[in-house]
T-cell receptor, first 111, second 114 residues
Framework: DAKTTQPTSMDCAEGRAANLPCNHS???????VYWYRQIHSQGPQYIIH???NNETNEMASLIITEDRKSSTLILPHATLRDTAVYYC????????????FGTGTRLTIIP | DVKVTQSSRYLVKRTGEKVFLECVQD?????MFWYRQDPGLGLRLIYF???????EKGDIPEGYSVSREKKERFSLILESASTNQTSMYLC?????????????FGPGTRLTVL
């Protein structure tokens, strides 16, 4: 699976959009981009995934660049409950169920 | 509501003890996983299982074994606990065959080995 690079930490004001970047320059054609988050003292929680088109669900939006070498997770109206560590993971599809977690980005929402 | 449960939230054991960590999922998922999480190292995969009685080594299997006798239950075994196995242990499960197949995690077991 391709390696990802994320900033160690970020702050965002409550009510503003939080934009979390991820670089995955060695991504290959059959690899999806997944995002998870982990709130303190809980297990990780799935947020969203995508291949090459932008995706949106009730939690977030995922923007993937045309060359697929980077992506951005957007939390449109951040709340204090969004304070967590966010993990960007690249993973092949069929035949590989594993997820390789890096150290992620610690997002702090500021009141 | 989907659920992955782990037998204990907190566990304290002594060096050399045999330790069992249990994980149960109620979603009829084929795949189950054991991770450990340490500060600065993120989550690291210990073992995973695609089916009953099947197991595969993850990235850090040394010092651990697993058992999957029933589809819903996946046990992690520390044959002889050591202090460097003090960690947060997370279990997860996922379904096979769909592209999304996100992993659902349990709340974790914080194990301290004295």
């Amino acid at each position: 699976d391709a390696k990802t690079t994320q900033p160690t930490s970020m702050d965002c004001a409550e009510g503003r959009a939080a934009n979390l970047p991820c670089n995955h320059s060695t991504i290959s054609g059959n690899e999806y981009v997944y995002w998870y988050r982990q709130i303190h003292s809980q297990g990780p929680q799935y947020i969203i995934h995508g291949l090459k088109n932008n995706e949106t669900n009730e939690m977030a939006s995922l923007i993937i660049t045309e060359d697929r070498k980077s992506s951005t997770l957007i939390l449109p109206h951040a709340t204090l409950r969004d304070t967590a560590v966010y993990y960007c993971i690249v993973r092949a599809t069929f035949g590989n169920e594993k997820l390789t977690f890096g150290t992620g980005t610690r997002l702090t929402i500021i009141p | 509501d989907v659920k992955v449960t782990q037998s204990s939230r907190y566990l304290v054991k002594r060096t050399g003890e045999k330790v069992f960590l249990e994980c149960v999922q109620d979603m009829d998922h084929e795949n189950m996983f054991w991770y450990r999480q340490d500060p600065g190292l993120g989550l690291r995969l210990i073992y995973f299982s695609y089916d009953v009685k099947m197991k595969e080594k993850g990235d850090i299997p040394e010092g651990y074994s697993v058992s999957r006798e029933k589809k819903e239950r996946f046990s992690l075994i520390l044959e002889s606990a050591s202090t460097n196995q003090t960690s947060m242990y997370l279990c997860a499960s996922s379904n096979s065959g769909s592209v999304g197949n996100e992993q659902f995690f349990g709340p974790g077991t914080r194990l301290t080995v004295l």
